[in-house]
């Protein structure tokens, strides 16, 4: 652990501290920030009312329309002389979403995202190839500012430009890498390209999240860059990455850094909390930021939360992957299906790589999806094998289409979108 004597705080005393530092949350957005002190007044709730943290569900969500809504500062609870740096979510439609940071603020930053790399297996010392994209996006500077407090020497490339990505691997000699799972693929298939075997390149641990991943694509990102491959996730309105990552030598679900960010679990349809151990919707309050103290931010992400002992000896809860977001949750002729879910069938089937783009359409009332993956031939007992595995495991009917390899698009570092959805574009 980065730091056991937090990682490893026995639950009542981390409890406490919880509870203490939602108060101060709930009081200082009452006081500084006009926009909270309305949300609390409509929904009845003084910050006084926080006796327990049982009480917690009184009090209002935070929904991304909040944060558009009070563009671009307004949730602020600082003065804004006192901020040091802004971020900026791309924003699919509408205004993007803006986060400011203290020196405190930047100081967190770096300590989950310090003790995240840790649980990856990075240790002092080691080269870390970033490749997540440097600007406004959280990733690249969340990670660099995680890697500097962590004592790794950091070979800051950004996204992109992957044959000089595999270059600098070659020449740099980095352990570690950090970047989404889909661009892992990439550098994995360019490493390949050149000739060179997994046990050839010096990576050791790879760092991967900010867009949902299957299980099976674990396994081919281990195998084919000889890594072991661990989850961070995060996002920005609550801090960037670093919200929570897993641990190298245990894989089973990420470590959330509690002392600073509450979890819950909720109904997606009711809001209503639900237990450990069910799937819902993951919400987040960043219980100890000062510039931007985000209370019950509804993440829009399904998880849940693992129950039971873990293997490391910290003390704080994981949460499973992310199987999708409730509004990237395609309902096709009545049945739910997460893009992750046909990931996971094309991966286990070995002979597609695991590159897929998804249309969905409509014609007359029936929804259409309509898969393209990429395989060597127009081989049509495999297309037909992808089609009667996902009945079989998905539950839903779709259309196959096989493409060239390498015709799909690629990551170039950022988030790749995998669906596209033109059924309102009658
Ligand atoms: O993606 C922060 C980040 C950077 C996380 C680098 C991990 C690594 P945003 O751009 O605000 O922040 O996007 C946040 O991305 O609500 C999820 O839907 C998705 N996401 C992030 N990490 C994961 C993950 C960054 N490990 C949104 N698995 C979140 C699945 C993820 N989805």
């Not at 400011?100 to 300590?111: N, R, V």
């Not at 790879?206 to 084919?224: D, M, N, S, Y």
């Amino acid at each position: 652990m980065f730091q056991p004597q937090l990682e490893a705080l026995p639950q009542p005393e981390l409890r406490a501290l919880q509870l203490q530092r939602l108060q101060d949350m709930v009081a200082r957005q009452y006081e500084h920030v006009p926009a909270y002190r309305e949300k609390f007044d409509t929904a009845g709730v003084r910050p006084d009312d926080l006796k327990t943290l049982d009480d917690l569900i009184r009090f209002p969500f935070t929904r991304k329309t909040d944060l558009r809504d009070n563009y671009p500062l307004g949730l602020c609870a600082v003065p804004h002389s006192s901020l040091r740096r802004l971020h900026a979510s791309s924003g699919t439609g509408g205004k993007p979403t803006v986060v400011g940071y203290d020196t405190h603020d930047l100081d967190i930053f770096a300590e989950v995202v310090a003790r995240s790399l840790y649980a990856a297996g990075a240790r002092p010392g080691m080269v870390f190839h970033n490749a997540y994209g440097y600007g406004l996006f959280t990733g690249g500077l969340g990670l660099d500012g995680g890697a500097r407090r962590l004592g790794l020497c950091t070979v800051p490339v950004s996204g992109g430009g992957t044959e000089r990505q595999v270059g600098l691997i070659q020449d740099l000699q980095p352990q570690v890498i950090a970047c989404t799972p889909s661009y892992a693929l990439v550098l994995a298939e360019a490493l390949e390209r050149q000739g060179l075997a997994p046990e050839d390149n010096s990576l050791k641990y790879a760092v991967l999240g900010a867009e949902p991943w299957a299980e099976k694509t674990r396994a081919e990102v281990q195998k084919r860059l000889g890594v072991v491959a661990t989850n961070i996730y995060g996002l920005s309105e609550i801090i960037g990455p670093g919200v929570s990552n897993e641990d190298a030598a245990e894989q089973q679900g990420s470590y959330i850094w509690e002392d600073h960010f509450y979890p819950e679990i909720v109904d997606p349809d009711t809001g209503a909390a639900l237990p450990d151990g069910e799937w819902g919707v993951l919400v987040l309050s960043s219980m100890s930021r000062s510039a931007l103290p985000i209370l019950r931010y509804w993440t829009g992400d399904i998880t849940r939360l693992l129950p039971g002992e873990n293997s490391t000896g910290r003390t704080m809860r994981r949460m499973d992957i992310i199987r999708g977001r409730s509004d990237d949750l395609i309902i096709l002729r009545g049945v739910n299906v997460y893009p992750t879910q046909l990931e996971a069938v094309l991966v286990s089937l070995g002979q597609v790589s695991p590159h897929y783009h998804v249309t969905l359409t409509r014609t007359g009332p029936m929804d259409e999806l309509t898969l393209q993956v990429e395989a060597d031939s127009e081989a049509v007992t495999l297309r037909d094998e992808i089609v009667r595995l996902i009945k079989t495991q998905v539950g839903v009917s779709v259309r196959c289409e096989l493409c060239t390899p390498g015709s799909l698009a690629r990551s170039e570092g950022g988030k790749l979108r995998r669906v596209t959805d033109l059924r309102d574009a009658r």
